[in-house]
């Protein structure tokens, strides 16, 4: 049975609807501050009868006093005098009326069905204690106290609390499948205290394999023999965590029952190995490993306190496949029932009010979760000192956008991941699955909202991002699909006087009845976090986007950010995710901003480590508008910065150790509203051992609007840099087919020129210039510019410095459409076949070994120009095309054949060749393929 059914059904859709409305027409909650949408009520609480929850009536039905078997009377739960008959045995349905308090002082043995707390149900914190049962629901007027902070339960003595595997659920009895695990409703007093316990810590020597000891930076509090440990691995590609004993401690010396099987050596010295205790004195538990029978927790009470607890083996939601009741768009059809909000620590719309304390979390561990871990969701809550490991979706997640408290000194380690991108599963309208279900990628921390304050955390060993802002809302009620169905933040949820530092953003028009959408809110705090053996750092999206301003005291700060061993992102169909892939979404991204505007990213230390020169130490797609880097310290990259294409993007002080360090592309799309790119280098220290300080290229086969704008610079210390694409003799559109690919009727030119776009095609900038006023990047270059020293395509009026590259053969220069960079090499086997990818050459036929190839880099998407990639050759040429056997679009058709075939690890390659005198020859792009050319020459 299903408690939703499929909504492919017209009548089944129309009963979905009908409970919508239903709970759209419960009224307004007055404990929550956030979240209020035109038209809908309060998105913090809904409303039901008078308890503020729309959850309570089903928790309550789990318990109805109806169906009691034993109501407590008070006192020791094992004395039968406690009791109105008897000590409750397996099956029973047991209530702590109101005014009673019962005392669990032993190990509880008969599997109850459920338990009610209207009075007081208490332990002894130095007795071992065990409770069975399926669900355990304190109301409003109840009080669990599984020890105290004031008085924790001791080391010596332990609880735990299991949740019954009793078979599937029942949904005749629980038909939104919210039981089984500990539901708390509004007004119930909450505290679970385990004693004191280092939940992680940092190692003052990286261990190696073999080590049988640990040497932390500090002495643990708590750690005795016989305790489990999860040191975090290090590699970027590989789980190397290990789990390990405690055979004894003594002071900050951990040994261990056996040696490591793997080395824990961090590419810094600055920089630390970490270690996480996963044993608690509580224990909160499922008996089931099978996901859909597994117990939750779910925390609807303002007063919790939970510290030094263990959640083991918690969470029904299920992140590998789209959850099946969204408030927004159509879910999965013929799907198991996954309903979300079943996790591990959660706590479900308690309200956002800072008025009053938050609820806290801290101390604990979360090992081993199908969904999430540590849950805020339109609530305010502090999640201090706690470890999750092993949750498959995300570790620590604000979910709707309105979140308040903080995320401080937490430890997330290890997420599987779907492998979607973060993106995926967004809202779109009538796209099945795509119903704004987050989280579910492998990340340590997902914010969809910024009011939240993160500190001093650290993510280790996931499948993606170490930390995720994705800040459009969430919404927690029905909206029109236009709301959600844009890249702009337009849910208003979050009440001005929330504001901090933003007074004309609390004085603009995107203030509706008092709320402004989280998506422009600025940070609260981004400070000291730290990423390291993931496949991302950083991602940062929908923030602030289409709100860029010059008012830099209003930015969001991203401040002392680490990112280390950053390694390789593969789909769920174990395909490689480049950085730029799906628009900066692929792994070795140490700082990827999409979509967003008006980010500081200050002292940013950024190093591949064991990731190898592969990626971007930070990315972005072709949207972001205002990005400031002050101070960075980026090593080890392929690509250091890739500048952004709008806005004012200053790169100031710092080090940059990079194949190349500084990536900017010119003559990007430019949407008018926001400003053209305008590129600041600036007492930056570059080291010596790259390719070049700066590359500079133009996108050409985007839109002829961008291209030609002239409001654009690129300067490095106060000195212009004109790019190669801006000489008199460049040909930006030679052929009709190139001016077609840059979309010329969508396109803005009649601001710039009256022109037809067909006069564009076949002339120079210089004539271009003559006869339009038009010329790429808005200016030509003067003829007395030279190469500016350190700057691929950049030039400089009166420069004469030399040639960054040493060309290869005839090969002179490369130009890309796309401004994508490009390495030359000699063609043999072994070596990479693109810049960002993992594939090489396996086989190459002995006449092509040795000979100048260009290796280009794996673009985000394939190009339609027919000019795709230019070269400039010093003499007669035969150029050869390596290109995927299984096509050969059009642009090929006037090539030979040669019949040869080189394999690689990536498939294998057709070779076609074609003769050129020294000039310009003009190669195709690859729009019938994802795998990309290689380019190969021989001089005539």
Not at 528 to 549: E, K, P
Request: glycine share 10%; aromatic share 8%.
């Amino acid at each position: 049975m299903s408690d939703d059914p499929p909504a492919s059904n017209t009548t089944d859709r129309a009963l979905v609807t009908s409970r919508r409305a239903f709970l759209a027409g419960l009224g307004v909650g007055a404990a929550g501050t956030a979240g209020a949408l035109t038209g809908v009520p309060d998105v913090t609480r809904f409303v039901d009868g008078d308890d503020g929850h729309s959850d309570a009536h089903h928790v309550r039905a789990l318990v109805s006093t109806d169906d009691v078997t034993h109501r407590a009377a008070g006192g020791r739960w094992r004395d039968a005098d406690a009791w109105d008959s008897a000590v409750p045995d397996d099956g029973a349905r047991v209530l702590v009326p109101e005014g009673v308090t019962m005392t669990l002082d032993h190990e509880a043995t008969a599997r109850l069905r459920t338990v009610r707390v209207d009075g007081t149900l208490t332990v002894d914190p130095t007795a071992t204690t065990q409770l069975l049962l399926d669900t355990l629901v304190v109301t409003e007027t109840g009080t669990l106290e599984l020890g105290t902070p004031e008085n924790p339960i001791e080391r010596g003595a332990g609880s735990r609390l299991t949740f019954l595997d009793r078979g599937p659920l029942d949904e005749a009895a629980d038909p939104v499948r919210i039981g089984r695990g500990l539901l708390t409703l509004a007004g119930a007093t909450i505290r679970i205290a385990g004693a004191t316990v280092t939940p992680w810590a940092t190692l003052e020597r990286a261990p190696r394999a073999g080590d049988a000891e640990l040497l932390l930076a500090e002495s643990p509090t708590g750690w005795e023999i016989g305790d489990t440990l999860a040191l975090a691995g290090m590699h970027p590609d590989r789980d190397e965590d290990e789990v390990l004993t405690v055979a004894g401690v003594d002071g900050r010396r951990v040994r261990l029952d056996t040696p490591l099987e793997f080395d824990h050596v961090p590419p810094r010295d600055s920089f630390s190995a970490v270690v996480a205790s996963l044993t608690r004195a509580v224990t909160l538990e499922s008996e089931s490993s099978q996901t859909n029978r597994r117990g939750h927790v779910m925390f609807m009470s303002d007063d919790v306190h939970i510290s030094h607890t263990g959640f083991s083996s918690l969470g029904r939601t299920d992140k590998s496949r789209p959850f099946t009741d969204p408030k927004n768009g159509v879910p999965p059809s013929d799907a198991d029932p996954n309903p979300q909000s079943r996790y591990a620590c959660h706590f479900h719309r308690t309200g956002t009010s800072t008025e009053n304390r938050p609820r806290v979390v801290e101390g604990c561990v979360v090992d081993g979760s199908p969904g999430w871990g540590y849950v805020n969701h339109a609530s305010h809550v502090r999640f201090e000192d706690n470890v999750s490991f092993r949750v498959f979706g995300a570790g620590f997640v604000a979910e709707t956008g309105a979140e308040r408290g903080t995320f401080r000194r937490n430890f997330a380690l290890r997420s599987h991941g779907s492998g979607s991108v973060p993106d995926g599963r967004q809202f779109k309208a009538d796209s099945e699955g795509n119903i704004d279900d987050f989280g579910h990628g492998g990340y340590g921390f997902w914010f969809q909202g910024p009011a939240v304050v993160v500190e001093d955390n650290v993510a280790a060993g996931h499948r993606h991002y170490g930390f995720v802002y994705w800040n459009r809302a969430k919404p927690d009620a029905e909206v029109s699909p236009e709301t959600l169905d844009s890249l702009v933040g337009k849910v208003p949820n979050i009440p001005v006087e929330a504001l901090d530092g933003q007074p004309e953003l609390a004085r603009s028009d995107r203030v509706e009845d008092g709320m402004v959408p989280s998506s422009f809110v600025r940070f609260a705090s981004f400070a000291r976090n730290t990423v390291f053996a993931s496949g991302g750092g950083l991602d940062i999206s929908r923030h602030m986007f289409t709100f860029s301003h010059d008012r830099v005291d209003a930015y969001s700060v991203v401040e002392d950010f680490t990112a280390f061993n950053i390694g390789s992102h593969y789909s769920q169909w174990d395909h490689l995710r480049t950085p730029n892939d799906r628009g900066a979404q692929g792994g070795e991204n140490g700082i990827s901003i999409r979509y967003s505007a008006n980010v500081v990213l200050r002292n940013p230390t950024l190093v591949s480590g064991s990731g190898g020169r592969r990626g971007v130490g930070i990315n972005r797609n072709h949207a972001p508008a205002n990005v400031h880097v002050e101070n960075p310290d980026v090593e080890g990259w392929f690509v250091g910065i890739r500048a952004p294409p709008r806005g004012s993007a200053p790169i100031r002080g710092g080090r940059l150790d990079n194949y190349i360090d500084v990536h900017v592309i010119g003559g990007t799309t430019d949407r008018r509203w926001s400003k053209k790119q305008q590129i600041d280098v600036e007492g930056v220290e570059f080291a010596e051992s790259g390719r070049a300080d700066l590359f500079l290229s133009a996108e050409l086969d985007d839109h002829i609007y961008g291209l030609f704008t002239p409001e654009g610079h690129v300067r490095r210390d106060g000195e212009a840099l004109y790019f190669a694409e801006q000489a008199p003799d460049f040909v930006p559109f030679p052929t009709n087919s190139d001016l077609n690919a840059a979309d010329p009727d969508d396109d803005a030119l009649a601001d710039l020129s009256d022109v037809s776009p067909n006069a564009l095609v076949g002339k120079t900038n210089a004539e271009l210039f003559d006869a339009y006023g038009l010329a790429v990047e808005g200016d030509v270059r003067p003829d007395d510019a030279g190469p500016a020293p350190g700057v691929e395509g950049g030039f400089v009026v009166g420069g004469s410095g030399p040639a960054i590259s040493e060309s290869l053969g005839p090969v002179e220069r490369v130009h890309s459409a796309e401004g994508s960079v490009y390495e030359l090499g000699r063609l043999r086997s072994d070596e990479p076949l693109y810049v960002f990818d993992e594939a090489t050459f396996l086989t190459v036929p002995g006449r092509y070994t040795g000979l100048p190839y260009i290796r280009p880099e794996h673009d985000d998407a394939d190009s339609e120009r027919q000019s795709f990639l230019t070269l400039t050759l010093s003499a007669p040429a035969t150029v050869f095309v390596a290109y995927d056997a299984e096509t050969r679009p059009k642009w090929l058709s006037g090539w030979t054949d040669t019949g040869d075939t080189i394999g690689t690890t990536d498939g294998t390659r057709r070779v076609y060749r074609k003769q050129f005198d020294a000039g310009t020859a003009r190669l195709g792009g690859a729009p019938d393929t994802h795998s990309m050319y290689t380019v190969f020459v021989r001089e005539r």
